[in-house]
């Protein structure tokens, strides 16, 4: 092979091996996006390319184990390369859990504003909504009956399962969107949704392929929620564009979105499903007079997990006079003193307390690296340095030792 073949083929090996927000197609996504709708073994109708399920005809299927198994493998599949989203019509059957969780969260929402708590959000203007950042949490602190009440589901734990296997990891985050609330710009989620063009570029197209099966989305309506109130939008088969994690900000992606994203009208005690790299974004609220709210789960894998327990606070700060003479005397070059710096400190800002520590300003706090690294450019002292780290734990409910 000359020298031309070689360089073409070192190109390409490249191009597998990484996504380019320049190098996404439209094209090739379009083309995804406009296959013909499946109709799955259990649905009861389809919508806009969307599976709906009847929870209610679905209840002796969970309670037998073989065709439990297979209800479970076919919304992997419409998970994975299907319409990426399905609907559970009727989820609770009795909504008498949803409005006691909704009693509790108003009145969460309420301490909330008189204490002065204001949620940033990820994809919407701060304030531009009502948001209660761990949910789960304070509503079984706070009244553990109506907690249990409401995640004693078996609809909600099978969504869960089918994409993620056992030993799921729940959180859940409510959001209140009032009339007149503008609708998001379209995008990916949690994980590599969550990290600008330029830090999801870094990251090698297999793990862009890998970081849908990590998390599940979900939503619990806990109000009606006609078109005209904004529930989420939704874009089916685009979680199938691999790229997509890069291709979410682009204006043209975003036009597609816009001119070809569905809605459906969803009652209190209907669960939406989604898979987490779907293109979506919340609708406007252009009603009078709804107060659209959901419950929004997000499930997380089990295995997104290290092996041991790490103070990885005390390392860096043992190892923080170290770098910052190597920095100084110019002995280390950089990427050996970011090789010592990925090898302590925290390099992903989740999980966090959101009260304490919210996405202003960007989508995700600022991680344990990146404190290291503006300590080091900034010339800190060491007692900055650990009041910053102490800081950065305290956010994240972590105890001092």
């Keep these: ?98 409005d006691a969780a909704t009693a509790v969260f108003e009145a969460i929402i309420a301490s909330e504003r008189m204490q002065g708590i204001g949620a940033g959000d990820h994809f919407a203007k701060a304030g531009a909504n009502d948001r209660i950042w761990n949910a789960q949490e304070k509503l079984c602190a706070r009244a553990p009956e109506v907690f249990a009440r409401y995640f004693a589901n078996p609809m909600l734990a099978a969504a869960s399962e ?26 990916r989620d949690y994980h590599l949704g969550f990290l600008s063009v330029e830090e999801a570029q870094r990251f090698p197209a297999h793990v862009h392929r890998v970081s849908a099966y990590l998390t599940l989305q979900g939503a619990v309506a806990h109000s009606d929620m006609p078109v005209e ?86 390392m860096s700060e043992a190892v923080f006079p170290v770098l910052r003479e190597a920095r100084a005397s110019g002995a280390w070059s950089a990427a050996e003193i970011e090789a010592v710096i990925a090898s302590c400190a925290e390099g992903y800002p989740f999980p966090t307390d959101l009260d304490r520590d919210p996405p202003l300003g960007g989508l995700a706090p600022p991680s344990q690296q990146a404190i290291v690294r503006q300590a080091l450019k900034e010339n800190w002292t060491d007692a900055a340095l650990r009041d910053a780290l102490r800081a950065y734990d305290a956010k994240r409910g972590m105890v001092e030792d």
């Design 162 to 187: 089918a994409w993620l296997g056992p030993g799921y990891q729940m959180t859940s985050q409510v959001n209140v969107v009032r009339p007149g609330g503008e609708a998001q710009r379209a995008h």
């Design 229 to 314: 109130s904004g529930p989420t939008r939704l874009l089916p088969h685009s979680q199938r564009y691999a790229p997509g994690y890069v291709a979410w900000r682009r204006e043209d992606f975003r036009a597609y979105f816009e001119a070809h994203c569905v809605q459906l009208p969803l009652a209190k005690g209907d669960a939406l499903f989604f898979n987490p790299a779907l293109f979506h974004a919340a609708g406007a609220n252009r009603t009078a007079d709804v107060q659209r709210m959901a419950n929004l789960l997000q499930v997380s894998s089990p295995f997104g997990r290290a092996m041991e327990t790490v103070n990885r606070r005390r």
């Design 1 to 98: 092979m000359n020298h031309r073949g070689i360089e073409m083929a070192a190109q390409a090996v490249q191009a597998a091996h990484a996504y380019t927000e320049q190098a996404c197609s439209l094209e090739e996504f379009a083309a995804l996006i406009e296959q013909p709708a499946h109709v799955p073994r259990f649905t009861s109708e389809i919508q806009q390319k969307i599976p709906l399920y009847d929870c209610a005809a679905l209840a002796a299927s969970l309670a037998d184990p073989a065709r439990r198994a297979a209800l479970l493998a076919e919304w992997a599949q419409v998970l994975d390369a299907g319409a990426g989203v399905f609907v559970l019509r009727g989820a609770y059957v009795d909504p008498a859990p949803v």
